[in-house]
C-alpha cells in the first residue's frame, strides 16, 4: 500500500505565492513520474504539471512561468511552486504518483488533495 499526503494549501491573496508538496510512503520499490493535478468546483480535473522520475518537468501551458513542479527522491516528495495566483487558481489540487512495488508490479496513486482558495 501507498499513501501520498499533500500539504501546503490555503487562502491566499491574488498575487501571492504557495508551494505544496506530496510525500509518498509505503511499499515503494521505485517513485516513477509524479504529478499535481487540480479540480475547481463545477469542472473537470484538469493537470497541471508532471514530473519524471529524472526531474524532466511538463507543466500545462497556460501554467508556463508561474508553476514549477519539482522532487527530491530522496524524501519521495514533489513539490509545487505557485507565483502570481489568481482567483482562477482556486480548486482542490491533488498529487498523483506511478509506484513500482516490491512485486515489480506498477500502480498509480492519488492524494486526497489540498484546498487552494486564492481571493481577490
Known amino acids: 500500500q501507498v499513501h501520498l499526503v499533500e500539504s501546503g494549501g490555503g487562502l491566499v491573496q491574488a498575487g501571492g505565492s504557495l508551494t505544496l508538496s506530496c510525500e509518498a510512503s509505503?511499499?515503494?520499490?521505485?517513485?516513477?513520474?509524479m504529478g499535481w493535478y487540480r479540480q475547481a468546483p463545477g469542472k473537470q480535473r484538469e493537470r497541471v504539471a508532471t514530473?519524471?522520475?529524472?526531474?524532466?518537468?511538463n507543466t500545462a501551458d497556460s501554467l508556463k512561468g508561474r508553476f514549477t513542479i519539482s522532487r527530491d527522491n530522496a524524501k519521495n516528495t514533489v513539490y509545487l511552486q505557485m507565483n502570481s495566483l489568481k482567483p482562477e487558481d482556486t480548486a482542490v489540487y491533488y498529487c498523483?504518483?506511478?509506484?513500482?512495488?516490491?512485486?515489480?508490479?506498477?500502480?498509480?496513486?492519488w492524494g486526497h488533495g489540498t484546498q487552494v482558495t486564492v481571493s481577490s
Open positions: 509505503g511499499s515503494i520499490f521505485s517513485l516513477n513520474a
Open positions: 514530473i519524471t522520475s529524472s526531474s524532466t518537468a
Open positions: 498523483n504518483a506511478e509506484v513500482t512495488n516490491y512485486n515489480r508490479l506498477t500502480f498509480m496513486y
